[in-house]
C-alpha cells in the first residue's frame, strides 16, 4: 500500500487549505482513512477519520466545525478541508488507511501511513 498526501503549504491565520491522500495497493473503499498530524516538538495527534463508504466521520474536538474529512472512492482518495486555519494549525499532516473502525483516533489503528506534508499558518 502507498499512500501519497498533498497540498500542504505557507497560509494566512483564517485561510484555507484542501489536502489529499492517494491511495493505492488494495482496494480503496474497503477501508478507513485517517489525517493525523505532528507540530515540531509534539506526539503526532489524531485531526479526522472517514469509514470506506463515507458514511461515518470521527473529528478532534480541536478541528470540529473547521475541518472536513471527505473521499472520492472512484479516484482512490482522501481530502482534508482545512478552514478558519489558526497558527496552532502548523504541523506536518499525514494520512493513514486502517482496517477497523474500533478506535479510529488511535494510531495503532491504521497500517499504513503517507509521507506528510506540511501546513504552515502565519499570524
Known amino acids: 500500500v502507498q499512500l501519497q498526501a498533498s497540498g500542504g503549504g505557507l497560509v494566512q491565520a483564517g485561510g484555507s487549505l484542501r489536502l489529499s491522500c492517494a491511495a493505492s495497493?488494495?482496494?480503496?473503499?474497503?477501508?478507513?482513512m485517517g489525517w493525523f498530524r505532528q507540530a515540531p516538538g509534539k506526539e503526532r495527534e489524531f485531526v479526522a477519520a472517514?469509514?470506506?463508504?463515507?458514511?461515518?466521520?470521527y473529528y478532534a474536538d480541536s478541528v470540529k466545525g473547521r475541518f472536513t474529512i471527505s473521499r472520492d472512492n472512484s479516484r482512490n482518495t482522501v481530502y482534508l478541508q482545512m478552514n478558519t486555519l489558526k497558527p496552532e494549525d502548523t504541523a506536518i499532516y499525514y494520512c493513514?488507511?486502517?482496517?477497523?473502525?474500533?478506535?479510529?483516533?488511535?494510531?495503532?489503528?491504521?497500517?499504513?501511513w503517507g509521507q506528510g506534508t506540511l501546513v504552515t499558518v502565519s499570524s
Open positions: 493513514a488507511q486502517g482496517s477497523s473502525w474500533y478506535a479510529p483516533g488511535a494510531l495503532r489503528a491504521y497500517e499504513y
Open positions: 495497493g488494495r482496494t480503496f473503499s474497503k477501508y478507513a
Open positions: 472517514l469509514t470506506g463508504s463515507g458514511g461515518s466521520e
